[in-house]
């Protein structure tokens, strides 16, 4: 299966990335794409700016090893998977993961299982510049437990 | 050996790398993580909650029981908050 894993600074064009996906292809049935996007508002205070830290190196490997689970659980014909670092601001792309299969379900589970786990295990950290001062994004308990019902999923 | 620093950790300690030389007994990622925290104020700090303190082994995601013989890099940073 073809995966594309990219860490940038630059922002990336959602379009472009699913049309290369699927050129030249008539297998593929489905594609389902999220892109996560900086918001101005976090938990009722003001954010101007988010700044993306990431472990270079252990990132893309991480990431790889998702992808690969992703590909043993579903029958998966593509997967794409770009996050960005550095200095971003509201209204900007901060990642995007597209995947491509024959049919919707393989491509939707496929999508969110590797969300929930990009979320909670891929070396990236979020530090928010507001009014008050910069300050870390805390890790959410929601984004633990949304990760961890795919490995009781897979023990099931 | 070397151990790098990502985020909070990072500024808590002031640096992002180093390279140690460790004493005996330092067998796994808690028993380091205790070590540095003996090596001044800052190190303390970062590592005041070792609980919420994550780390890694040549890129792997551990354990605090996880045995350090033979790591080329450790890691350690905050619970991850990217996507």
């Given at each position: 299966?073809a ?6 600074s630059e922002d990336f064009?959602?379009?472009?990335e699913?049309?290369a996906?699927?050129?030249g ?6 594609v ?16 101007a ?6 472990y270079?190196?252990m990132?893309e490997?991480e ?10 659980r579903?029958p998966l014909?593509?997967v794409v998977?770009i996050?960005?670092h550095?200095r ?5 792309n901060?990642m995007m ?8 379900g393989a491509a939707?589970a ?6 929930d ?5 891929a070396p990236f950290?979020k530090?928010e510049?507001r009014?008050?001062?910069s ?13 961890e019902r ?7 | 050996m070397?151990i790098v620093?990502?985020a909070?950790v ?5 640096k992002?790398e180093?390279?140690?030389d460790l004493?005996?007994g330092?067998?796994t990622?808690?028993d380091?993580a ?9 190190y303390a700090h970062?590592f005041?909650d070792?609980k919420v303190?994550?780390a890694a082994i040549?890129?792997?995601h551990?354990?605090a029981d996880?045995?350090i013989?033979?790591?080329r ?8 908050t990217?996507g």
């Amino acid at each position: 299966m073809a995966s594309t894993i990219r860490l940038q600074s630059e922002d990336f064009d959602v379009a472009a990335e699913t049309a290369a996906l699927t050129r030249g292809r008539v297998d593929i049935g489905a594609v389902v794409t999220f892109t996560g996007i900086c918001r101005a508002s976090e938990a009722g205070h003001d954010v101007a700016a988010m700044t993306l830290e990431h472990y270079p190196g252990m990132a893309e490997e991480e990431i790889g090893r998702h992808v690969a689970e992703a590909e043993r659980r579903w029958p998966l014909l593509g997967v794409v998977v770009i996050h960005r670092h550095g200095r971003l601001v509201p209204g900007d792309n901060i990642m995007m993961v597209a995947v491509a299969a024959a049919h919707r379900g393989a491509a939707f589970a496929a999508a969110e299982f590797l969300m929930d786990y990009l979320k909670t295990q891929a070396p990236f950290w979020k530090k928010e510049e507001r009014r008050d001062g910069s300050a870390w994004v805390a890790a959410k308990s929601a984004d633990d437990a949304a990760a961890e019902r795919w490995a009781k999923a897979l023990e099931g | 050996m070397r151990i790098v620093y990502f985020a909070w950790v990072r500024e808590r300690i002031g640096k992002a790398e180093e390279t140690v030389d460790l004493p005996a007994g330092v067998a796994t990622i808690a028993d380091l993580a205790g070590w540095l925290s003996g090596r001044g104020e800052e190190y303390a700090h970062a590592f005041a909650d070792p609980k919420v303190v994550r780390a890694a082994i040549d890129r792997h995601h551990v354990k605090a029981d996880a045995p350090i013989a033979g790591a080329r890099e450790i890691a350690f940073f905050p619970p991850m908050t990217g996507g």
